[in-house]
């Protein structure tokens, strides 16, 4: 079956500095998702990608969705105490499979 | 307000127990999934149903057992042959119609079950 691999598990950083969260699937996706998840809270839907080589920005998260629509990556630019959570890509081909996710931590 | 409730957000159960979640929908979307997060780990799919009536098995539905009798309910079993229980569980909808194709998915706040 589908499987979603993302990296790295944990990533913590100083204020200021950049973070990239990794996704990668063992087949060929339809879509890409990704969602935040504070501490003790539920995912919550950030964006979807649909369309191969497909680039969109929120503010300072930038995510890319690969050629071959098997891959994808979050970026923030210079990270604020407030983006602290666990970002989770999660890959549609008929069911939704997440990634293990990475857990952000920022230091003031 | 449209959205996705779980029940009840904390779960004690004793070993040897079935004990059912809820999960509850007014967002007329067509999938529903549940999902089991441990401590620090990702979310693992348990079921899926993309339809009224019918259901697929997920990567770890041992143990579990689900019904979609109505569009807006999908009701997870944890049975007493899940050896290991305790855990977050996470049921979310979107508007899939048995494609390939996925929306925005909504979570519930989750039902946190431990076995006593």
């Known amino acids: 079956g589908q499987q979603v691999m993302q990296i790295p598990q944990y990533q913590h950083v100083q204020e200021g500095e950049d973070f990239t969260t990794y996704c990668n699937s063992s087949t060929t996706l339809s879509n890409i998702q990704w969602y935040k998840q504070r501490p003790g809270g539920h995912p919550v839907f950030l964006i979807q990608?649909?369309?191969?080589?497909e680039v969109k920005k929120q503010k300072r998260l930038t995510f890319q969705f690969g050629e071959a629509k098997k891959n994808s990556s979050l970026h923030i630019t210079a990270t604020q105490t407030t983006d602290v959570g666990t970002y989770f890509c999660?890959?549609?081909?008929?069911?939704?499979?997440f990634g293990a996710g990475t857990r952000l931590t920022v230091k003031p | 307000d449209g959205g996705i409730t779980q029940s009840p957000k904390y779960l004690f159960r004793k070993e040897g127990q079935n004990v059912t979640l809820s999960c509850e929908q007014n967002l007329n979307h067509d999938a529903m999934y549940w999902y089991r997060q441990d401590p620090g780990q990702g979310l693992r799919l348990i079921y899926y149903?993309?339809?009224?009536?019918?259901?697929q098995k997920g990567d770890i539905a041992e143990g579990y057992s689900v019904s979609r009798e109505k569009k807006e309910s999908f009701p997870l079993t944890v049975t007493s042959a899940q050896k290991n229980p305790t855990a977050f569980y996470l049921c979310?909808?979107?508007?899939?119609?048995?494609?390939?194709?996925?929306?925005?998915?909504?979570f519930g706040q989750g039902t946190r079950l431990t076995v006593v």
């Open positions: 979310a909808s979107d508007k899939s119609q048995g494609g390939r194709r996925g929306t925005e998915a909504f």
């Open positions: 999660a890959g549609h081909n008929n069911d939704m499979r």
């Open positions: 990608l649909v369309k191969s080589g």
């Open positions: 149903s993309q339809i009224v009536n019918d259901f």
